[in-house]
């Protein structure tokens, strides 16, 4: 196993990005401008059919990752409409939450966010808060699964895709020491975790604010007991290894977070308060 960096850099203050209206304005305008989902040539790095899968660190990269949420959650009634086109919670200005990707043609077609508990937990606690509170005290080391999104062609996913990309996912979580992955997934999406994905269900169904109030339930994958208890399936996510140098920890660079923070304050609707207020403090 890795060892992560131990040193934590100090998170923007959205307070402080909010009272420089120069910085601000020429941020929104650039925040604003261009296809969230169009990416620069990019280094070809795991590549499997001509499709790239690595975790997203460069800029036009998360941009791409965040639009792409964003239109999906709209799409399904997830989320409102704003100016800035993209789907960014407080958890991502985090350096313990990473930002994965699958890219073809330049195009970002699949994204999935990993959010290990840290400053302000998961974000699922927000309505799951009892039931991750006993996977704490059991001495769990969790992580969430978050922001899955994909570029549909009709209603159909790219199942394929979709799949090797939280085997990525899932290979940098262990890599990191996670032995529980938790979801928050709407109902009718259970069926596909549980059979491509092995989750299971460890909350009733509830109201969830941050997605408009659609309904979600809980679900978690144990790694630790997923290659006993569901071998074919532990197989799909572990059995080809990615390269070590493609797991490697890469965290949301220091100067996009005050630029991110933009976009976080757009969709801080239905957010706790007190999120933002930790974040602000910095």
């Given at each position: 196993?890795?060892?992560?960096?131990?040193?934590?850099?100090?998170?923007?203050?959205?307070?402080?990005?909010?009272?420089?209206?120069?910085?601000?304005?020429?941020?929104?305008?650039?925040?604003?401008?261009?296809?969230?989902?169009?990416?620069?040539?990019?280094?070809?790095?795991?590549?499997?059919?001509?499709?790239?899968?690595?975790?997203?660190?460069?800029?036009?990269?998360?941009?791409?990752?965040?639009?792409?949420?964003?239109?999906?959650?709209?799409?399904?009634g997830l989320s409102v409409r704003h100016p800035y086109r993209m789907r960014v919670t407080p958890y991502h200005l985090l350096p313990t939450t990473e930002v994965f990707i699958a890219v073809r043609n330049c195009e970002v077609i699949s994204t999935v966010s990993?959010?290990?508990?840290?400053?302000?937990?998961l974000p699922l606690e927000s309505v799951y808060g009892r039931e991750v509170a006993q996977y704490r005290q059991r001495g769990f080391s969790l992580a969430e699964v978050s922001c899955l999104a994909d570029h549909r062609q009709g209603q159909q996913r790219c199942i394929p895709v979709v799949m090797r990309l939280m085997s990525l996912m899932a290979q940098s979580a262990k890599h990191r020491g996670v032995d529980q992955l938790l979801i928050a997934c709407h109902p009718r999406h259970r069926r596909f975790y549980q059979h491509f994905a092995a989750f299971e269900p460890f909350g009733e169904e509830k109201p969830y604010r941050t997605v408009c109030n659609h309904p979600a339930i809980a679900m978690a994958l144990d790694l630790s007991w997923a290659p006993i208890d569901h071998p074919e399936l532990y197989a799909k996510f572990f059995g080809t290894p990615f390269p070590e140098e493609v797991l490697e920890y890469r965290p949301i660079p220091d100067r996009l977070r005050a630029e991110l923070s933009l976009a976080v304050e757009a969709n801080c609707v239905g957010l706790a308060c007190s999120e933002l207020e930790v974040l602000a403090a910095g």
């Open positions: 196993m890795s060892t992560l960096p131990t040193y934590v850099a100090p998170m923007p203050s959205l307070a402080t990005v909010a009272a420089q209206p120069a910085h601000r304005a020429a941020a929104e305008q650039e925040l604003r401008a261009g296809d969230r989902t169009a990416l620069a040539p990019l280094a070809r790095v795991a590549a499997d059919w001509e499709v790239v899968y690595k975790i997203a660190a460069r800029r036009e990269e998360l941009f791409a990752a965040f639009g792409l949420v964003y239109k999906a959650y709209v799409r399904a990993l959010v290990r508990d840290g400053e302000l937990g």
